[in-house]
């Protein structure tokens, strides 16, 4: 935080926007091998020619003069007379000097985010996830709630990858968890709705993005919460829709199978999203929540 502040300070580009875009490109490089892992606070990557400049002989120049030359992303955040990707300031402030070229509104941000990632859902995770520090006013946003309430009545079994029939062959992506109709269906993180509507496998779903490239998928509900929108920021435990049987047909369509919430979990890593088991999540969330 203090890192981001400092960098504010300096270059008037919000700390919740900085923190956004290096809270992004850390969660891209944990999920990816093709990248080194972060060894500073920092988890903003650029590549050697990025930063000393495309046609620069030496790829590990921290010469503020030479690196300009080149027209490198490299600066000197700190003043130390040098501009090193194993500076946290520099590496940021670098960062911050590229979105200072648009302006420091979010209109013009957002157009140098394009820009540099050429991608509008890195453009759409990013925003997000400055929105959540900004409401927030923190960085710790990792707590996590149980889908369902606690000490209700419940059930669910690992079932992801088994064979589904409806819809031709599909594999199952999620955990589902059998409940009564109308039990309250709760975010399990800090996040934004990114999505909310009906879908002919799914039914009524609801999309949700927390603050580490995950989205979390919530299906067949009875309904929505009152009031619920898309872009609408939510905390761990919050009500968003009950259990329910809808979906396998048009809008409306509910009862051809027990109530249940299917529950998915999607990881973005910068090029595609794909989805992974939220079985464990599930045991660890409802544990930590039973300890309260
Ligand atoms: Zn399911």
């Known amino acids: 935080m203090a890192l981001y502040k400092q960098v504010e300070s300096v270059t008037n580009i919000p700390w919740y926007f900085l923190a956004a875009v290096d809270q992004y490109e850390r969660n891209v490089r944990q999920s990816r091998r093709d990248l080194p892992k972060a060894e500073g606070i920092t988890g903003i990557y650029f590549k050697p020619e990025e930063w000393v400049g495309l046609l620069n002989p030496k790829l590990d120049d921290e010469n503020p003069e030479t690196i300009q030359f080149f027209e490198g992303i490299g600066f000197d955040g700190d003043g130390d007379g040098k501009a090193s990707v194993h500076s946290d300031e520099d590496v940021v402030h670098a960062f911050a000097n590229f979105l200072l070229k648009y302006g420091t509104d979010q209109d013009n941000l957002k157009i140098g985010l394009w820009d540099y990632y050429q991608r509008d859902k890195a453009v759409g995770i990013i925003v997000g996830k400055a929105q959540l520090y900004k409401h927030f006013g923190r960085l710790n946003l990792e707590e996590h709630a149980f889908p369902v309430p606690i000490g209700t009545h419940y059930s669910y079994r690992d079932t992801w990858g088994s064979a589904r029939g409806w819809g031709g062959r599909r594999?199952?992506?999620?955990?589902?968890?059998?409940?009564?109709?109308?039990?309250?269906?709760?975010?399990?993180?800090?996040?934004?709705?990114?999505?909310?509507?009906?879908?002919?496998?799914?039914?009524?779903?609801?999309?949700?993005?927390?603050?580490?490239?995950?989205?979390?998928?919530?299906?067949?509900?009875?309904?929505?919460?009152?009031?619920?929108?898309?872009?609408?920021?939510?905390?761990?435990?919050?009500?968003?829709?009950?259990?329910?049987?809808?979906?396998?047909?048009?809008?409306?369509?509910?009862?051809?199978?027990?109530?249940?919430?299917?529950?998915?979990?999607?990881?973005d890593n910068g090029y595609t999203e794909w989805s992974y088991d939220p079985y464990p999540h599930l045991k660890l969330w409802e544990r930590q929540e039973r300890a309260k």
């Open 171 to 267: 594999m199952h992506e999620g955990t589902d968890i059998f409940a009564d109709y109308g039990l309250p269906v709760r975010a399990t993180s800090y996040g934004i709705i990114e999505m909310k509507g009906w879908n002919k496998f799914g039914g009524w779903r609801i999309g949700i993005r927390d603050i580490n490239n995950n989205y979390h998928y919530f299906a067949h509900l009875s309904g929505f919460s009152k009031d619920l929108k898309l872009g609408q920021i939510v905390e761990p435990g919050m009500v968003i829709g009950g259990v329910g049987s809808s979906g396998y047909g048009p809008p409306g369509t509910s009862g051809k199978f027990p109530p249940h919430l299917h529950y998915g979990m999607y990881k």
